[in-house]
Every structure is written in C-alpha cells, then in structure tokens.
C-alpha cells in the first residue's frame, strides 16, 4: 500500500512540475506573439486604410511584389512553402521554422495589403507564431518534443490575437497537422498561449469581447428548412473543394508559365489591377471585411464568392504573402448570403453558416470549425453550425489548402488511410 501511495505521489509531481512548466512557457510565448500580433494588426489596418483612401497606390502592386521576392531571396528563403512548412517541422525530426521567418512574412504580408493583394492575415500569423515559439524552445533549451509542442501554442497565440476566438485558436494547431489525431500533450500550453495572447490583444483594443457577427435570425431547427441547409452545407463543400484546385492549379501554372520569380509576381500584380478597374471594385482587394459585414445584413450578388477566388488566386499563387483563410471566410460569407435569397431564408445564419462550412472544406478541422462559430456567432444558431461543419467535412474528400497536411484516418469508414491532401 505504501510503495503505490509513494508511486502515486511521485506521478502527480511529476504531472505537477510539467503543469507549472508549460503554464509559466505558454504565458511567456503568449505575451510575446500576442504583443506582435497586435502590432501586426495595427500595421495590417493602417495599410488598408491608406490603401482605401488613395486609390492610386494599387499601381505600385508589381513594385511591393518585386521588394516581397528580394526580402526572401536575401533571406535565404526563397523556396520557404508557407504555412506547409510549419506543417512539415511540427512533423519532421530534424527540422525547425527559422526565426528570419517572422519579420519576412509580417512585413510581406502588410506589403501586400497596403498596395491592394487579396490576401489574409491569419497564414501569416500561423508562420510567425511558430518562429517565434520555436525560437523560444531554441532558447530555452527544450528537448525536440518540448520544442515542437511549443510551436503549437505559438500558433494558437498568435491565431487567438488576431482571430480573437482563443477556444478554437487553442485547437486549430493540434487538429490541422494531421487529420483524425490530436496532439493533446499540447493542450495546456495551446490553451493558456491562446487565452493570454486574447488578453493582450484586449490590451491594445485590437480585440473585443463581443461577438464580431451575431446572427439573431434563426429558424427552427426541427422543421423542414434544415434540409435547406443540408443543401448549404454541400454547397459550401464544394466551393471549398473548388478554392483549392484553383489554388493548386493556378500556383502550378503560374511556375511553369514564368520560372522567373520576378516576372511571375508582377504579371500577377498586373492581373490584378487590370480586374480591379475592368470590375470598378475594391470589394475584393485586401481583407473585405466590409463585404463580409454586408453578407449578414442582405443577399449579395452570387457571383461575389468566385471573384474572391480568382483575385486571391491571383494574388497568392505568384508570390504575395498573408493567407488564404480569411479569403475562405469571405467565400463562404458571400456564398451563403448570396443562396439565402434563393432558398428563402435569413442571410445572416446562412453567411455565418458558409463562413464555417468553407473554412471546414479547406482545411479539414472540423472541431475548430464548430468552435469559431460559436466564438464569432453565438450559440443561438448552433444546431446549424454543427450541422454545416459535419455535412462539408464528409463532402469536401480530401481536398486541403495544405499540401503538407496529411489525412491519417478516412473520412467515410474507421479506416487508417494515412495519405496527403490533395
């Protein structure tokens, strides 16, 4: 009875004594990237808001992608693949994210913005999270485990200050990496990383507390019009599917159709300017958060959604940098309220619907998914958002925005596949 009371003993110190460590390491990673976050964010707005009030400096997008190209090529990170990298090193055994990772993607990302790409900012916040968490572990000292899972919750600190949904922040990183396992020995860390970066960013009002679209128009969840958002949530599926093979494709040929990085990110740039003034639009330049808000307000016009593609696209494939997530939330948005007036329901469940059912599609975390709409939405409407997220998981196969992410078990049996994404 003694010796298992003395092993008991010695386990709970030693559950103890790693609880402590990883509280006092997330707290440290969490002010650290929160506080660059929310200088990002700050950057990324002040870019976007000059952009919006002069028009003209969109002609100066070939000259910010010629500068985006030589930042990494004096860096030495020329054929850095983005947030696939971050993937791979969560996985590899001798491989690490560079610390030079961080400011190149932070100041080419508010590059893009300020001269008028289609981009996100959460990509970037993935990247750089994991720099700096892995610079951290570096200088800590931490074993090779230690220093990967200190990586995650880099990334969930940096996702919860600029996403400011620090619950699905926490989980994103240890659901993405690979598909159908969760790499829980990061949770305390991902969690107090993420809810001590939301902190800090509530510090520097980059965030509020409040929901950023509350959807108050909902309908009974058990009646007929749930099949209506079966319809949606396929919908959403396939737009997501749709996203990434444009992606994919379009990086694919951009490389073979110009193998020189500076003529293949000004042609882009070119394209880009070319659509804007042929469509007389900035809706899909920068963030589009304006059109985002619209969706939940009214049905817009249905070909927004494919438009956002195509500029994202442009802007992405040849060598612009921030991300293709909010573009994805913009997708869904747009889609949604766009098939609202069609199947004659309220515009602002059903955008909130495709934000959550596209981003699911694109990149296979359901759970993730749930939460970032109970985080954004509320919980009013929460039978559909479980629903969308269920539906366009099954549906979207095994499609990803993230050639590295690896699909471990099948998504139609209990079955282990483990293969990439397509």
Not at 129 to 148: M, T
Not at 365 to 390: D, K, N, R
Request: charged letters at 15%.
């Amino acid at each position: 009875m003694g010796e298992k009371m003395n092993e008991m003993l010695e386990i709970w110190k030693n559950q103890l004594t790693v609880l402590v460590k990883w509280i006092l390491m997330s707290l440290v990673t969490g002010g650290v990237v929160g506080t660059i976050a929310s200088i990002f964010s700050y950057a990324v707005s002040w870019a976007t808001a000059f952009r919006m009030a002069h028009f003209w400096v969109i002609f100066g997008l070939p000259l910010g992608g010629l500068l985006i190209v030589w930042l990494y090529k004096k860096a030495g990170e020329e054929k850095n693949t983005g947030t696939n990298l971050v993937l791979s090193v969560i996985r590899s055994q001798d491989e690490d994210v560079p610390i030079r990772v961080a400011p190149l993607i932070l100041i080419s990302t508010v590059i893009t913005h300020f001269f008028g790409g289609s981009s996100g900012r959460e990509g970037a916040a993935l990247q750089f999270g994991a720099s700096v968490g892995g610079w951290i572990g570096r200088r800590l000292h931490l074993n090779e485990s230690d220093e990967k899972i200190i990586i995650l919750s880099g990334m969930s600190a940096a996702f919860a200050a600029l996403f400011g949904t620090p619950m699905a922040a926490a989980i994103f990183p240890m659901e993405v990496v690979s598909v159908g396992i969760m790499y829980y020995s990061a949770l305390v860390p991902c969690m107090f990383a993420s809810f001590t970066a939301q902190y800090v960013a509530l510090l520097f009002k980059v965030r509020t507390l409040a929901h950023p679209y509350p959807v108050e128009d909902v309908p009974d969840f058990y009646s007929f019009q749930t099949l209506k958002f079966l319809i949606l949530a396929i919908a959403f599926a396939l737009a997501g599917v749709l996203f990434c093979v444009m992606l994919h494709t379009c990086e694919h040929k951009f490389k073979e159709w110009f193998a020189n990085p500076y003529l293949r990110i000004v042609a882009g740039a070119a394209a880009v300017i070319v659509l804007r003034f042929l469509l007389g639009t900035e809706d899909y330049l920068g963030l589009g958060g304006g059109v985002i808000q619209a969706s939940f307000k009214g049905a817009v016009s249905p070909e927004k959604f494919l438009l956002k593609m195509v500029f994202t696209c442009l802007t992405l494939c040849v060598g612009f940098k921030g991300g293709e997530i909010v573009p994805s939330l913009f997708i869904g948005a747009t889609l949604g309220s766009a098939m609202s007036a069609f199947l004659a329901l309220p515009p602002d469940i059903c955008a909130a619907c495709g934000m959550v059912g596209v981003f699911c599609a694109v990149t296979n975390s359901p759970i993730s998914s749930m939460l970032i709409a109970f985080e954004m939405f509320g919980f009013t409407g929460m039978p559909f958002y479980c629903s969308v997220v269920a539906v366009s998981y099954l549906v979207s196969g095994y499609y990803s925005l993230y050639k590295e992410q690896r699909i471990v078990y099948s998504k139609t049996e209990n079955k282990y596949v483990d293969r990439h994404t397509k």
